[in-house]
């Protein structure tokens, strides 16, 4: 896994036109075309995935070149799964999916939602594909350390983020470390990781797959992705469903924010609106929101905020005893502000804690630990994130903008303010990275997705992100949670017509979800619908 997310503004091209009206983002398209289609086109031989695999799926590795600027040259491994069609003599095509992160897996993790993540119509008429982008998961990984024990030793004692100035010095001197093992030990691997990469491997794959244009659906930082697709291959573009958008300009570095990626992309503010949400939905929710036997949700949560910071509270977390500090407490409070299905085990937790303790619910654990199959590094998320984001920011000014963002948002801001900190210390550089201008020269029709209450790419990203292109159409989610992942039946069909018969919709098309937070679930209902990889971890 070795690349990320991304976000946009109402950017306008300031240079002047190129000979015959070019612009210098049609030269920019036209020059990544041709340089791919001197490519050949890689082969791809489906096959039985490895034990654990879901029925049904197949999956292949290509070997892409390491680096476009020499096509010949070594090659990196891309690996792929897919779903074929359910109606073989429907299929339209191919559907690529990016989960998100940086980071995110897109073979695992198809593999654990295929039935959630489209309609039956869709599934009737695409094959699902999934790809571990370079850097990522089964594709060339870049790993920091030789095994899991390994890195977790580096991470010992490491918190969530630091809030003591103590914690601070000694977060600073570690992030170095293992920045520093990072470089050494992926730094092959990171100084090719650029999302531009990431595109123009998804070209090479759209090609493969024998389709005349892309059909794509990214979230988080996969619309990041999509957005550097389009922008790199304009004429290539099918249909495009971006939910979750990421501020481009914000993400690239482009909007000239010196402040660390974390911090820029506001999603401290954004949580701090969404868990406000959270508590007042709480309050209204009476006995069904666990919080309100112990008083006030808000009330509470403020004492218990306030206490951690100095009295720690432990909980058995699938047999492990797990000390929930401060910053533990936040980190794990934001994750589960991701989907609204989690509000009631969220709930749950923070009277947990509240209590000073106790055992969690079978599915509060699965919240609180994911199930996690293979070692994953921290260098697949910043891989892509370090070498796209222009994070320039010395480690040394971040307890000051770590505090100025504690103002801004008080329970999140410090938290989302680290994030990026190991990139000015790796210092890698990716010089086919694309980082703007971020206006669209396409003609395709792309559907824009916001969730009206996402605490990880906020709905103000929304409306900005869709003006970079001629012809987007924003559908807007009323309610919470970190995009429309199996929340909205509404949003699913709108999606379902778009991809299977063109038909865009209006834009500004709003819909609900299927149940209001906290509402009364069903008694067979399992854990909470999956959540997608975190908008840069970095921690």
Not at 118 to 140: C, Q
Not at 180 to 196: K, L, P, Q
Not at 210 to 228: I, K, M, V, W
Not at 473 to 488: A, D, N, P
Request: charged fraction near 20%; include cysteine.
């Amino acid at each position: 896994m070795r690349r990320l997310l991304s976000c946009v503004t109402a950017a306008t091209l300031a240079a002047g036109l190129l000979a015959t009206t070019t612009t210098p983002a049609q030269a920019r398209s036209g020059s990544e075309q041709k340089r791919l289609d001197r490519i050949a086109t890689p082969s791809l031989d489906w096959g039985a995935c490895s034990a654990g695999a879901p029925a049904g799926f197949e999956c292949a590795t290509v070997e892409l070149p390491t680096d476009y600027d020499r096509p010949r040259g070594d090659t990196t491994t891309v690996a792929l799964t897919r779903l074929p069609a359910s109606d073989p003599d429907a299929r339209k095509g191919s559907l690529f999916f990016n989960f998100g992160g940086p980071g995110g897996e897109g073979v695992s993790t198809l593999h654990q939602i295929s039935d959630l993540v489209v309609t039956p119509e869709v599934r009737e008429r695409y094959d699902l594909v999934g790809f571990d982008p370079r850097g990522v998961g089964l594709s060339d990984p870049a790993l920091c350390y030789d095994d899991a024990a390994d890195e977790a030793a580096a991470f010992e004692g490491l918190p969530a983020f630091p809030v003591t100035r103590a914690e601070e010095r000694a977060f600073v001197r570690q992030s170095a470390r293992i920045a520093r093992a990072c470089r050494d030990e992926a730094g092959d691997v990171i100084r090719h990781a650029s999302t531009a990469n990431v595109a123009r491997d998804l070209e090479l794959l759209r090609r493969a797959a024998g389709d005349d244009t892309l059909a794509y659906q990214g979230y988080s930082y996969g619309t990041y992705l999509g957005a550097t697709y389009a922008r790199l291959f304009p004429d290539r573009v099918g249909s495009m469903v971006l939910d979750g958008t990421v501020d481009v300009d914000a993400y690239s570095g482009a909007n000239r924010d010196p402040r660390s990626v974390g911090a820029r992309l506001a999603q401290g503010p954004a949580a701090e609106e969404a868990f406000d949400a959270f508590l007042e939905q709480c309050r209204l929710a009476g006995e069904r929101c666990s919080l309100n036997a112990l008083g006030d949700p808000s009330d509470v949560v403020g004492e218990l905020l306030e206490r951690l910071r100095t009295q720690p509270v432990t909980l058995d977390v699938q047999g492990t005893a797990v000390e929930y500090t401060y910053s533990l407490a936040i980190s794990s409070i934001f994750l589960q502000l991701y989907s609204p299905s989690s509000f009631a085990g969220l709930s749950d937790f923070l009277v947990l804690l509240a209590q000073d303790g106790g055992e969690p619910s079978t599915t509060l654990q699965r919240q609180l630990a994911p199930a996690q199959e293979r070692y994953t590094s921290l260098g697949s998320s910043l891989a892509q994130l370090c070498v796209d984001s222009r994070s320039i920011l010395p480690p040394a000014a971040y307890p000051a903008l770590a505090d100025r963002e504690d103002r801004l948002a008080p329970r999140f801001g410090r938290f989302r303010s680290w994030v990026g900190v190991q990139c000015p210390q790796i210092g890698l550089r990716d010089g086919d990275a694309f980082t703007g201008p971020w206006t669209q020269t396409t003609d395709a029709s792309v559907l824009v997705i916001g969730t009206r209450l996402d605490p990880a790419t906020p709905y103000a990203n929304t409306r900005p992100f869709a003006e970079n292109f001629a012809d987007a159409r924003v559908l807007t989610v009323e309610g919470y949670g970190h995009t429309t992942l199996g929340v909205s039946a509404c949003a699913d069909s709108v999606v379902a017509r778009y991809l299977v018969d063109g038909d865009a919709p209006a834009d500004g098309e709003t819909c609900a979800q299927d149940r209001a937070p906290f509402a009364e679930q069903p008694a067979n209902r399992g854990a909470p619908a999956p959540a997608l990889p975190a908008p840069l971890p970095g921690l």
